[in-house]
């Protein structure tokens, strides 16, 4: 009995623990092996060193979807929280039917990528979307066709990815809004600071955290972005606007590269690991201090 | 009694279900699940269960077959693959190296595929030598189609030659017609540019360029000139052509927005779907120059068991090739049969200028797979080919850059 119920946390935690081991772990240690050999259509378990590593730096394919991938995440993230901030701090002003507005700016984190993305690949298209309604208007000069200029494409993924994720940056930083200690922002206005200084100086400062997980929620979004380019542009014009992710797939399930799929899959894992990992240290840390 | 009647029933059905397990078997992974193309698979299952087959159906739409794939590779990893495989080009072959494709010999020796097959489609069903899979039609990928009324009023004729074309197009543009329905998806950039490949260089150069991977030939000044001829193009498409799925740029052709469309004789089922009546709406013409670029669907027979298995592969394989399917088939599918000895009274004036210029193509060596359509490289090659012709297409890259941007690439792929 005793020793039941000693063991009892360990026993329910055992097959869960043992899925993720397999399901997780596991096949990462697969990929990785898989990376290092010339699998084709099938895996093959025979090494051969880092030709596939090799071939994936040549490719100037990669070399765009890496590109993008820096160009996606940094503007994606940079413009989500910035927008995200302040819808917050604007809904934080207590002002009517706050709860409606709220609704209506998180929205979009409810619709699935697939359809941010078909949607605005309606809107973008230069024949049929917002080019073509002002011109419709009178403004016949007007151009807004990015989706079919190669060198600016990646842009309207921002957009829409943007789009989508600031409603949901909004809540969280409205969250760490609210949880900021009303006494201390009361005693900022009665020694009389202006109310920018009081955000500046004293709520934003203490929301450090919430811009973690912000960061941390959107830049593995960024990272993992598939779909969203799947459906806006399908990694065109040429591929323009290939991600690292829209890379593998093509390997992986559309060319019978499944070595070159597991390279360029082991390294979108280091990127991940390369933001996660100093996050991971940070937080542990300061629950030993 | 009537437990006993009963009793006897079951019996009888237990036997018939006994019997009809014994029968032919065959379970058949394909991706031909929308309209013309679900009715011409039926056809081949009525045939099947009429000669006492009992046919499992395995359809995995979506991605162009990228989904069957991904469920083939399981089923064949976990040692239980499907009887016959929708498959084409070099990926039999690939398979074939894999160790799990069947021979099947037997039936194409017997049904004499040798003699009815032109000879570089039955080397496509041939996996060192032994039969390993049958086909099912094929489509021409070099076909420029046209509105005919536009044409008429801009009193151009079908182009013979690239400067012809181009010609024609600068004329239409200065009426303020789009001179090329193009959809810019990568395939679609791919198919335009083999067909130029064939055009400029004709068969010899296709061979040694998109076959063979001929460095000299992929550095030559004939794709340098290949590549301007595509810059040209770029310049006659419309500027909403990203992304554009191939039947709708059909029917901008259709509608009067657009003169020309380079596709293959799939977008034929397009214009016949809406009533169109070659030679009199449309017109249909073989891309300019000599040649002939095949796109041919085929099954591959995956190596299954036990004699009721075998069996139905063996009469699938058959069936396939049959007189009855390969008409019923094309008719619907808007391809031609594979075999040259079918009378094509039934199918249109397309397809029985397709089915001549196989003939004439074929005797001539100048029959040739489609390297857009997954027929003359492996997955890897024609990929890094397409990514370089669609990067060219959609940008300003000069043709020296393309072409030394392809060498590498498909160094990079080998």
Known sequence: ?289 | MTLRMTLAASAASLCYASVAMAGPQAEVLHWWTSGGEARAVAVLQEEFAARGGTWTDMPVAGGGGDAAMTALRARVLSGNAPTAVQLKGPAIQEWYEEGVLADISAVAEAEGWEDILPASIAGHMQCEGVWCAAPVNVHRVDWVWANKAILEANDIAMPTTWEEFNAAAEKLQAAGITPLAHGGQAWQDATVFETVVLGLGGPDFFRAALIDLDTDALTSDTMKAVFDQMRVMRGFVDSNFSGRDWNLATAMVMNGEAAFQIMGDWAKGEFLAAGKVPGEDFLCASTPGDGYLYNVDSFAMFTVSGDDNIAGQQLLAELIVGENFQKVFNLNKGSIPVRSDLALDDFDSCAILSANEMTATSEAGSLLPSYAHGMALRGAQAGAITDVVTAHFNSDMSSEEAVQMLVDAVANSL
């Open chain 1, 1 to 289: 009995m005793q020793w039941l119920e000693r063991h009892v946390p360990k026993l329910v935690l055992a097959p869960s623990f043992i899925a993720i081991l397999i399901f997780v772990y596991g096949f990462i240690g697969w990929t990785a092996w898989v990376s290092f050999t010339r699998s084709r259509l099938l895996p093959n378990y025979d090494i051969v060193g880092t030709i596939q590593y090799q071939r994936l730096f040549a490719s100037p394919r990669w070399e765009v979807a890496l590109n993008n991938l820096f160009v996606f995440g940094v503007l994606f993230i940079g413009i989500s929280m910035i927008l995200g901030l302040l819808l917050a701090i604007f809904l934080d002003q207590k002002i009517r039917a706050e709860g409606a507005l709220r609704t209506i700016y998180l929205y979009p984190m409810a619709l699935s990528l697939i359809v941010t993305g078909t949607a605005w690949k309606w809107m973008l298209n230069p024949g049929l979307g917002i080019e073509a309604m002002v011109r419709g208007w009178g403004f016949e000069n007007f151009r807004f066709d990015w989706i079919t200029d190669p060198k600016m494409a990646i842009y309207t993924i921002v957009i829409a990815g943007v789009w989508q994720a600031s409603g949901f940056v909004m809540a969280l930083f409205l969250a760490g809004l609210r949880s900021v200690d009303g006494e201390i922002i009361k005693a900022a206005q009665v020694d009389g600071i202006p109310t920018h200084r009081i955000y500046t100086a004293i709520i934003i400062p203490s929301m450090a955290p919430i811009f973690l997980s912000a960061f941390i929620v959107l830049a593995h979004l960024a990272i993992k972005s598939f779909d969203l380019v799947i459906a806006l542009t399908g990694g065109g014009p040429g591929y323009a606007t290939d991600l690292p992710a829209t890379y593998m797939y093509a390997m992986a399930f559309s060319r019978g590269d499944i070595g070159q799929a597991a390279a360029s899959a082991m390294v979108m894992m280091m990127i991940v690991f390369a933001i996660v990992v100093p996050y991971l240290y940070s937080e542990l840390r300061s629950k030993h201090d």
